[in-house]
């Protein structure tokens, strides 16, 4: 048996029952470096005084940010269900001119991170913005702030809906249309047909969404500080920075303690509603509903939204661009393509580790289905779960220990501190990118292999190749859609986090994200839409990548 052969059986042997011992720990190894992050959040929590903690949380400033954050997540994900369900519908079962157009259309807002949505709306709208310098002229002296409460749901909600648009268009295409024409021919209302046969079925794609949304209202970081709103994420980064990390770690457990519960929810919704998709073929599936008169409010519809979430953003931010006074020279001697590398760089980094570490998690989930199997793959989705900002403040409590102990045993055995240090280094970097976006990898790679017919590499085998050469000539090339397009989604997903970046980069290692972040509170807008607009566009060819992998899969 050849080297490769016995690197591949690990990975290809047992059944049903069973599972092999070397997929298996490899498994259970990223699983336990994706829950390591609350291990260190936990030991930072019990070092705190007890007193001072209950004091802490139970304080009316903590109160208030609780209750701001729970409504936020409530207006977001509502308003984003009731965005991205009828766009979904309009997409899918209607007769809408363009569709085709309008599906990437409304989803394309993804590759706008929601903290230049933020920006460009305070630009647009803020005090000094456009529509108050337009308004000026006619003796119009203010207008309603952006800022605060419901600047925030507004920018999130349009920066989010693609989450349940994309889940419930999923839906709707499996979905077969003919449960509700025989519900209606046995004389069930429109209505009541609706309520009990579509409704159902449409149920679990938009909890799906509506999770996705909740988590990201909760952990998102930018948007709440650019529109001035004190929640968890905020507050938790204004104490890290005045080195009240105690504070900073109390209210961070209180913060996963909330989205454990949103998580609870949403698997409670789940189990009641499991066994509820039905898969169609792509004939039973092309029932259409006339628009009729309907279509040019449909229309503006999709007009409107598409407006708002990207002709506005990147309107606004070509203005500034072109308006800069000597914005050249400035933005010449400011940024620098170094910024765009180094985030393609990191990025790149995440993508290819979390392609490799998601393999042996989905394969084993996907061909060994257990109670093992399934805690491993559940692990892997704690890390997306866990908001950037608290993920971040994990590993800087891990790099400061480290390079502590490993300073101390260095010093020790030769007599100077000489041991290289891990805090603000990019391997920890992207190993936070890793434990926060690694499950994205792992859901494609997952669906992918599941889909891989067992028989096709048995009738290999059988003819005599080797499990290597049956896995690199007949699995690989079929799970590589899935393994592509997940990899893209997290290359998409990390050119655009905020927190983790801005917590553990290197000194010195600017990114797109940390410049921009650098220039919030500067009035030189044209300085921001270099590195926002060039942020975009990367982002967007990972989307194109991402869309070519959904129609080749």
């Known amino acids: 048996m050849s080297v490769a052969d016995r690197l591949a059986e690990p990975f290809d042997r047992g059944g049903k029952g069973s599972h092999p011992i070397g997929l298996t720990l490899l498994s259970g190894a990223i699983a336990a470096a994706v829950l390591s992050p609350l291990v260190w959040i936990a030991m930072r929590v019990l070092q705190v005084d007890t007193e001072y903690a209950r004091s802490i949380l139970v304080r009316p400033t903590t109160v208030e940010i609780l209750l701001t954050s729970l409504a936020l997540v409530a207006a977001v994900t509502g308003a984003s269900i009731l965005l991205g369900v009828p766009l979904a519908f309009l997409t899918v079962r209607t007769d809408l001119p363009f569709r085709r157009f309008w599906t990437i259309a409304v989803a394309l807002p993804l590759v706008i991170p929601s903290y230049i949505g933020a920006f460009t709306f305070v630009m647009a709208f803020g005090p000094s913005g456009e529509l108050a310098d337009a ?46 024409e025989a519900a209606r021919t046995l004389g069930t209302s429109r209505r009541e047909a609706f309520r009990r046969v579509t409704l159902p079925q449409l149920l679990p794609g938009i909890t799906s969404g509506a999770l996705l949304v909740a988590l990201y209202a909760l952990s998102d970081f930018g948007t709440p500080s650019l529109m001035r709103l004190d929640v968890f994420t905020r507050v938790i980064y204004v104490e890290y920075n005045a080195f009240g990390r105690e504070t900073a770690a109390l209210l961070s457990v209180q913060l996963l303690a909330i989205t454990a519960v949103i998580l609870a929810i949403e698997s409670r919704i789940g189990d009641s509603n499991r066994g509820a998709y039905v898969g169609t073929s792509p004939k039973e599936s092309e029932t259409t509903v006339s628009l009729g008169r309907w279509t040019a409010p449909a229309l503006g519809f999709c007009a409107l939204v598409v407006c708002l979430c990207l002709v506005l953003p990147i309107g606004i931010l070509l203005q500034w661009l072109v308006r800069s006074p000597e914005g050249a020279t400035r933005i010449a001697s400011g940024f620098r393509l170094e910024f765009v590398l180094n985030s393609v760089q990191v990025s790149l980094a995440a993508a290819l580790v979390c392609a490799v570490a998601a393999v042996p998690v989905a394969y084993l989930a996907a061909r060994h289905r257990s109670r093992l199997a399934e805690l491993f793959d559940r692990a892997t989705y704690v890390g997306y779960a866990m908001p950037g900002i608290v993920l971040g403040l994990a590993l800087v409590f891990f790099g400061v220990w480290y390079d502590a102990s490993a300073g101390g045993i260095s010093e020790t055995l030769l007599g100077s501190n000489v041991a290289p240090g891990l805090y603000q280094t990019l391997p920890l970097l992207i190993f936070a990118y890793v434990v926060r976006f690694l499950p994205q990898a792992v859901g494609a790679t997952r669906s992918s292999v599941r889909r891989v017919d067992r028989s096709l ?65 500067s009035a030189d807008y044209g300085a921001v839409a270099v590195p926002a607009l060039a942020l975009i566009v990367v982002s967007a060819l990972s989307m194109v990548v991402i869309l070519s992998q959904e129609d080749n899969a």
């Open 457 to 521: 590499t048995e009738a290999a085998r059988t003819l005599g190749r080797t499990r290597s050469a049956a896995f690199r000539r007949i699995t690989l090339p079929l799970i590589a859609p899935g393994v592509i397009g997940g990899s893209a989604l997290v290359f998409l997903t990390t050119m655009k986090e905020l927190p983790a970046t801005l917590l553990l980069h290197p000194t010195g290692f600017e990114t797109l994200v940390t410049y921009i972040w650098g220039l919030r509170e």
């Open 135 to 180: 308004l000026a002229p006619l003796g119009i002296g203010s207008i309603p702030s952006i800022y605060g409460f419901w600047g925030t749901t507004l920018v999130l909600t349009l920066y989010t809906y693609p989450y349940v648009f994309i889940t419930t268009r999923a839906s709707l295409l499996s979905f077969d249309q003919g449960l509700v």
